[in-house]
């Protein structure tokens, strides 16, 4: 395996991180006690760049190195005022004003100030990735505004409800650290991919791509430290399944994913030495239909495709039970998921009798996940139930990374893809407005899929705080979208989480799948 | 004569067997397999049963038959290495002709393209070439033959390069014959021993080649029963299903095997030079 290879640190700020972390002037003994944690993760951590990151599978970069507004914990998850000390918002819901908590530091000392948070929106606005999709359509380069050291003003194009909840994918940043190392004005983009400049409750110690990262407990960090927390958090690439297990069976690493198959969760429980954690996700399992490319512009192409589906098949045999039937894109427990929405079931007459209606079909193809069988054995189901009503399906396998950019070009994009939708923040939106309002075309809404009352509907539901006129909204939003077949919405997730004997608490959320170190409690 | 020592030796005997084996699976895959929907088809009432009289070697994570997909795995098998090693023969065999027999600079030219092939692992070549192409069965033997030609370009320019000064070369020379004339049916007669003994070989390691290939997910995507994705599938369920991996693993090495030990034995039949003691021809 590839050594890591140290970051350059000056002496100064290594010296820093020491004394910070209690180090100098400790005996070998203390050194040797330091509580350590290590988290095999089955995505590599190909950049480090919060603002050009906006995935589950990477996200215990931006959880853990940095610090946002606002900030989710718990299941069913909760909104906690995280920076900020003080949020004033103007009666027409355009100016949000907020008072940043005294002394927040940096890992290099600099105290953080309401121009860095001006910095950190800017350039999420600049780099038209990661999270821009979500602060796109509100936030106009240039309205952010420093009024004071401790002060910042947002001024949004039009009201937007879940602003709050939003502002929790908005990492702030270093801003004099990253502007020293910007080159050609591409916002340090280069040099942050493989650094770190952030002021979060772990300050990175040494990365490699292959190999993952280390992260060191950030002593000064705001919001302190509870009892018995993690001193080094590490986040080791395994791709393998079997490795991962294994490697946490034998005390290794202290946890992995929590979507393992069933049977290898059964050699888990089984384990005395481990410790298993299930809890109901919001992480909607469905299929992109690729509403761009004929014929999937038919609502009957789409109508043949969901009945196409062996959902029960999938879901209680080949996941063995492990997941909930989710008949919207909207996972259950989530406000805004109709009670009693009827979904689509595996009727093959059904699907016969509205392809019969399709004119010029063609054979489809599947852009499955490699590396990630549900979405391969998804792909597998689908194309069977589609052979059965006599149209050709054709797999290709590609790796996440190669699928994600594809995701926003409509004439790249697959057919048809099987993925999740996790949570980024709990609000309806992140199912509904984000992937498919017209507007997000090119930015989040991966289906093309436009209708004009889902627009106006997704449009309005952001105007309006009253969670009551909201939540009606979205269950109508809910109800189209599988009246028009926008998606093959398959499952809702549950967590299987693993942890060894010797952690003694974790805090769930389903933001993040519990990879926020600091409420992680563990036995010296 | 030479029908008669194939039966005497013995490695080339059981190479034989195996390979021919492989091939009638391939050929009567449709009769012999249990469950000949199943190339594609599952059922998932029955995923992971472990083998038995229902499932000779077991079912995979769709609830596919494992013996059945085996089967008609053979024929992908087959078909990834002849197309890829005789495109590689088809390509090196004149490379390798042209640059032994005529000197100047377009024989070292070819000789070092060649070289350049060589000095990359074959199976890292492939790895990239199938990933910038993407996965399915015909980049597989794209990239393949783009990488496994240089092997015989460099066999039969030694062998061409040792026989051209040759008596009987000098003798066609002298009666007027021309260099194409003289490489086709004076030379490549005579150094034929050893191209079919490397192709035979060369056949066992475009095998593991494909399946290596499978197995990192660039080769056919699913559901096509091949081996090496079979495998690559079955990580996810060991150690419990452990039929999983058993059966395409065995298939594999069986594979790989018959080709060398026939490769071994076409050896010592077609070059007396290196017949083993106490065989015949002494």
């Known amino acids: 395996m590839t050594k890591f290879v140290p970051l350059s640190i000056n002496r100064r700020t290594a010296l820093m991180g020491l004394s910070a972390a209690g180090l100098i002037g400790m005996n070998g003994e203390a050194l040797a006690a330091r509580r350590k944690f290590v988290t095999a993760n089955n995505n590599p951590y190909d950049i480090l760049d919060p603002h050009q990151l906006f995935d589950i599978g990477r996200i215990a970069v931006r959880l853990n190195m940095y610090d946002a507004l606002t900030r989710w914990v718990d299941n069913p998850p909760k909104l906690q005022m995280w920076l900020v000390e003080k949020a004033d918002i103007s009666p027409d819901g355009k100016v949000y004003t907020f008072t940043l908590k005294p002394n927040v530091k940096f890992h290099d000392g600099t105290v953080m100030t309401s121009a860095d948070v001006v910095y950190s929106m800017e350039r999420i606005l600049a780099l038209k990735k990661g999270a821009y999709g979500l602060f796109k359509d509100v936030v106009e380069p240039g309205t952010t505004k420093a009024l004071d050291p401790r002060t910042v003003q947002f001024t949004l194009k039009a009201p937007f409800a879940v602003f709050m909840a939003v502002l929790s994918e908005l990492w702030v940043v270093n801003s004099a650290l990253v502007k020293k190392n910007e080159k050609n004005g591409d916002w340090g983009a280069d040099w942050l991919s493989k650094n770190e400049a952030g002021s979060g409750g772990y300050a990175l110690r040494r990365y490699d791509p292959a190999v993952g990262f280390q992260a060191a407990r950030f002593e000064g960090h705001f919001a302190g430290w509870g009892k018995n927390p993690i001193d080094d958090a590490e986040f080791r690439v395994v791709m393998e399944t079997a490795t991962r297990v294994l490697g946490v069976m034998k005390g290794e690493f202290n946890t992995t994913d929590g979507y393992l198959p069933a049977e290898q969760m059964a050699r888990m429980k089984e384990n005395p030495n481990i410790k298993t954690w299930e809890a109901e996700s919001i992480r909607t399992f469905y299929f992109i239909i690729n509403h761009w490319k004929a014929p999937l512009n038919d609502v009957n192409m789409r109508k043949a495709l969901c009945y196409a589906f062996d959902y029960d098949g999938f879901n209680d045999k080949i996941l063995s039970g492990t997941v909930v039937r989710n008949n919207g894109i909207i996972p259950n427990p989530m406000w805004g998921a109709p009670k009693g929405l009827k979904g689509y079931t595996y009727d093959l007459d059904k699907a016969k009798y509205h392809l019969a209606q399709v004119k010029n079909v063609r054979p489809l193809q599947i852009g499955a996940m490699a590396g990630y069988p549900q979405s391969e054995q998804a792909a597998q189901m689908l194309q069977a139930g589609c052979a059965k009503i006599g149209l050709e399906v054709k797999i290709v396998t590609e790796p996440y990374t190669t699928i994600a950019p594809k995701l926003n070009d409509r004439e790249r994009a697959h057919d048809l893809i099987p993925l999740w939708r996790s949570a980024y923040f709990a609000d309806p939106h992140n199912w509904t407005g984000f992937l498919f309002n017209t507007k997000n075309f090119d930015a989040g809404n991966a289906s093309y899929y436009s209708n004009p009352r889902v627009d106006e509907l997704c449009d309005q539901a952001l105007i309006v705080t009253d969670q009551e006129k909201r939540r009606v909204m979205y269950e109508e939003v809910s109800q189209i979208l599988v009246e028009d077949a926008a998606g093959i919405f398959i499952n809702n997730t549950k967590f299987h989480g693993a942890f060894t004997k010797n952690t003694k608490s974790i805090r769930f959320c389903p933001i993040g799948d519990a990879q926020d170190v600091r409420w992680i409690e563990m036995e010296g | ?282």
């Open chain 2, 1 to 282: 004569m030479k029908a008669v020592r194939i039966f005497r030796d013995r490695a080339l005997l059981i190479g034989v067997v195996i390979i021919s084996c492989l091939v009638l699976v391939a050929v009567f895959a449709g009769p012999l397999s249990t469950y000949p929907d199943h190339v594609t088809g599952f059922d998932p009432n029955h995923r992971l049963t472990q083998p038995g009289w229902q499932f000779l070697l077991g079912t995979d994570r769709m609830g596919a038959d494992i013996y059945s997909r085996l089967l008609f795995g053979a024929r992908l098998t087959i078909l990834i290495s002849v197309i890829a090693t005789a495109t590689a023969v088809i390509i090196g065999v004149p490379i390798g002709l042209v640059a032994g027999y005529f000197d100047g600079w377009a024989s070292e030219a070819l000789m070092r393209i060649s070289d350049i092939f060589l000095a990359v692992p074959q199976i890292v070549l492939a790895i990239a070439i199938a990933q910038t192409l993407g996965p399915s069965i015909q980049n597989v033997i794209l990239a393949l033959s783009a990488t496994y030609w240089p092997f015989w370009a460099r066999l039969v320019y030694a062998e061409t390069r040792s026989q051209r000064n040759e008596i009987y070369v000098e003798a066609a020379k002298a009666m007027g014959a021309s260099p194409l004339r003289i490489m086709a049916l004076h030379i490549l007669p005579n150094i034929s021993g050893s191209i079919i003994v490397r192709t035979t070989i060369g056949m066992g390691a475009t095998i593991l080649a494909a399946a290596s290939l499978g197995f990192l997910g660039l080769g056919a995507p699913p559901p096509a029963p091949e081996w090496g994705r079979m495998i690559a599938e079955s990580r996810e369920f060991l150690p419990k299903a452990w039929w999983y991996a058993t059966a395409p693993g065995i298939a594999i090495l069986m594979v790989v095997m018959g080709f060398n030990l026939m490769g071994d034995g076409l050896r010592d039949v077609l070059d007396p030079r290196l017949r083993r003691g106490g065989s015949d021809g002494k």
